[in-house]
């Protein structure tokens, strides 16, 4: 299993450009790199997805360098509806041996005024 | 309603008894997912399965028992329930075709085993 490792918790103010990096060491050819949002009492939301390179949507970008040992999530101009729990997934996509997904352990982000 | 639902929402049992929580998706989703989401782990996966009849084990799958039957029912199954066992149980399903893997979550059901 690809394990993940993110920074427990990280602290911004309204406006700013918040980058959070996640660490996968032990990813395997077929996976993917998806980021998630929770807020409290409520299920993961999908953020965004990505392979390698440069991914960007409407809320955010992922970059994954050349080795795809690590990812960062960039959330551009936060605000304080963005203060939440975001996760980092490793997934395996694909048949055969089936797909393990690991989930990091999240990193709480407080966006202040 | 479309979507993902879970029931129950919330959900308190004693020691050693059977509890089954539902799991139900309008998508047709070929994949859905089993996870537990205690504090200091993050989300855990139980089991997984993808499609009618397949099932696999996740990271965390033992005193649990799955079953899927029909594609958009996946039920979970605590045989003889701990008290370890309390927990957030989220469901999930995700599409198996190509064109994107995002994972879509329930709400999530409270167990609470006293």
């Known amino acids: 299993l690809a394990k993940t490792t993110q920074p427990i918790s990280m602290d911004s103010y309204e406006g700013q450009e918040v980058n959070i990096t996640c660490s996968h060491n032990?990813?395997?050819?077929?996976?993917?790199i998806t980021w998630y949002q929770q807020f409290p009492s409520q299920g993961p939301r999908f953020i965004i997805q990505?392979?390698?390179t440069k991914v960007t949507n409407e809320v955010a970008s992922l970059f994954i360098p050349a080795d795809r040992k690590s990812s960062t999530l960039s959330l551009p101009r936060v605000s304080l509806s963005d203060t939440a729990v975001y996760y980092c997934?490793?997934?395996?996509?694909?048949?055969?041996?089936?797909?393990?997904?690991?989930f990091g352990t999240g990193t709480q982000l407080k966006v202040e005024l | 309603d479309a979507g993902i639902t879970q029931s129950p929402r919330y959900k308190i049992t004693e020691t050693g008894r059977q509890v089954t929580l539902m799991c139900h998706q309008t998508?047709?989703?070929?994949?859905m997912f089993w996870y537990r989401q205690d504090l200091g782990h993050g989300l855990r996966l139980i089991y997984y399965?993808?499609?009618?009849?397949?099932?696999d084990k996740g990271e965390v799958p033992d005193g649990y028992v799955v079953s899927r039957s029909k594609t958009e029912n996946f039920p979970l199954t605590l045989e003889s329930a701990t008290r370890s066992q309390t927990s957030v149980y989220f469901c999930?399903?995700?599409?198996?075709?190509?064109?994107?893997?995002?994972?879509?979550f329930g709400p999530g059901t409270r167990l609470t085993v006293t």
């Open positions: 999930a399903s995700r599409s198996g075709t190509s064109g994107g893997y995002e994972q879509y």
């Open positions: 032990n990813i395997a050819t077929n996976d993917y």
């Open positions: 990505g392979y390698k």
């Open positions: 997934l490793v997934e395996g996509i694909g048949t055969g041996g089936g797909n393990k997904l690991t």
């Open positions: 998508w047709s989703h070929s994949y």
């Open positions: 399965s993808a499609a009618a009849d397949i099932t």
